[in-house]
């Protein structure tokens, strides 16, 4: 599923503000007429955005995937869209089967705002190393504790990939891992950007990560340049019962 | 300048709505300390956007280019931003001088909504004969009187260029002309969406613009799709002072 995250208060039900998981509760419930609680693949911040989340729900409901599908898109706002339906065994969890996550962010790097692009971009006028951005970057791959970019309790988590790639002035960041600590990669980019701006060296990125202490590290990148564009299952699986539920972004 | 339409009742001030010219005029006014009144190359109607609207204003104020739109961009919604701003000679007028335009028209032909595009594309899950299409397309060309397609009075313009290109699910149409009608792109995207889903013919379509009459052509596509991304001066320059009060989208 897919959802413009910039009037939520994130992802996870919360009281008296707007989320996805509560707009899609709603008309779930309404049309399968029976109390449903959905489960996410990754509980998004305010503000951050998915092309790629994945949740999971049941129901006595005899309608099938599509007509679920149909029935959703129907029932909800214009800035949330189901793209497929299909049946899960009874122990698929989103999140804990979930065995990679992929998430993009975009950093608009050049002299002029872009209105239309501004819930999606993060616009950033400032020249930046894009070297040393690269340099910095391959220093996360591999298995690390990433302590120092996540807004609650550390984590050995698993890095597969990330890279950056431009088009013209639009920057994008993209980063697969196993999992993903709370607030992590918003702090990743964060503190790329101090090296992207000559403000730390690419040593200094890499001593951050050793040192594991968040408040040593950048500050987090704006919420509107992410965005949760896959989740994977299956491949290289995982425990299914995994114990950190502070996980994601 | 830039612009996302899509809370704005359009270009051109109107009372009791928001519109891009109003918060302009709003900010230049504020900061050049005397009433300013502007003037857009295109008056884009309610919903539309703009990468590439000019305008032109006259003002006293000793503040230069730099000053100026640093200025109004930090006075203007975030939905509205000023690129460049440069001295002008008396006899500039930026509809009146303009001597070609270029739209953008994006259509997003695939079975899933996309959210973080709902205010910039067009979502049509039907299918397209894009040869059909092309052909129509073709008949565009040249000097004609495209009455069929004016939300108003007819009148003659030269469609320079009018092509669509495809990148996966998105189409994206592009026309220059030296004008155009009012409502002019978005009724011949309309009508050509008819022939793409085969309910006229491509000859159908030449004769629809040989009959000159609204009527008969297609609806007009919604104005979240469409976007003014250029107005050039010079080149093979018109007649500064053109009469058709009504132009423009």
Known sequence: MAYDGTRYAGFQVQPNAPTVQGELERAL???????VRITGAGRT?????????????????????????????????????????????EDFHARYSATGRTY?????????????????????PVPLDRSALDRATRLLHGRHDFAAFAAGEGGVREV????????????????????????????????????????IGVEDFGALIEARDRSKAGPSAPANGLCLISV?????????????????E
Not at 183 to 195: D, K
Not at 232 to 248: A, I, K, L, P, S
């Open 104 to 124: 993009e962010y975009r950093i608009r790097n050049g002299p002029e705002r872009h209105p239309l692009e501004r819930h999606r971009e993060h616009w950033l």
């Open 160 to 199: 597969r990939s990330a890279t950056w790639s431009a088009q013209e002035e639009l920057l994008r960041f993209e980063i697969t891992a196993d999992a993903f600590l709370r607030g992590m990669v918003r702090a990743i980019v964060g503190t790329l950007l101090w090296v992207g701006r000559g403000r």
């Open 29 to 35: 419930t309404e049309l399968c007429n029976e109390p």
């Open 232 to 248: 994977e299952y299956g491949g290289r699986q995982r425990n299914t019962m995994r114990r950190n539920e502070d996980d994601e």
């Open 45 to 89: 911040d305010a503000g951050v955005h998915a092309t790629g989340q994945v949740i999971n729900f049941r129901t006595a409901s005899a309608l099938d995937g599509e007509r679920i599908g149909r029935g959703v898109n129907a029932l909800v706002p214009a800035d949330i869209a189901i793209s497929a339906v299909e049946p899960v065994g």
